[in-house]
């Protein structure tokens, strides 16, 4: 099994900035497709952002461009969202999920992910 932790939420104003780790261990738990997900209050969880194992291929959901950006540490093995601009819609419990296959595209739909961290709150004052 892999197992994902999250890191680096916390309380933020309107406009500030967080940086969001995730840390991978495990058997093979090195260079896998990565991606973030976010479930606010009383919504379903939605996807935030992905990258490739290589780490030289991102997706964004439109709610986040621009703001957001995914990355992965040269070890492959740590991946970082940092957050700028925040807003209180981005509000919620933030995920760090992975993919098995090394090959695969994450995609954008969490039922593509096979491994799951915790989670970390997010919440941003107006």
């Known amino acids: 099994q892999v197992e994902l932790v999250e890191s680096g939420g916390g309380l933020v104003e309107a406009g500030g900035s967080l940086r969001l780790s995730c840390a991978a261990s495990g058997r093979a738990s090195s260079a896998l497709p990565m991606g973030w997900f976010r479930q606010a209050p009383g919504k379903e969880r939605d996807f935030v952002a992905s990258i490739t194992w290589s780490g030289r291929n991102t997706v964004y959901a439109d709610s986040v461009k621009g703001r957001f950006t995914i990355s992965r540490a040269d070890a492959k093995n740590t991946m970082y969202l940092q957050m700028n601009s925040l807003k209180p819609e981005d509000t919620a419990v933030y995920y760090c999920?992975?993919?098995?296959?090394?090959?695969?595209?994450?995609?954008?739909?969490?039922?593509?992910?096979?491994?799951w961290g915790q989670g970390t709150q997010v919440t941003v004052s107006s």
């Open positions: 999920a992975a993919v098995r296959n090394p090959y695969e595209s994450p995609g954008m739909a969490s039922r593509g992910y096979d491994y």
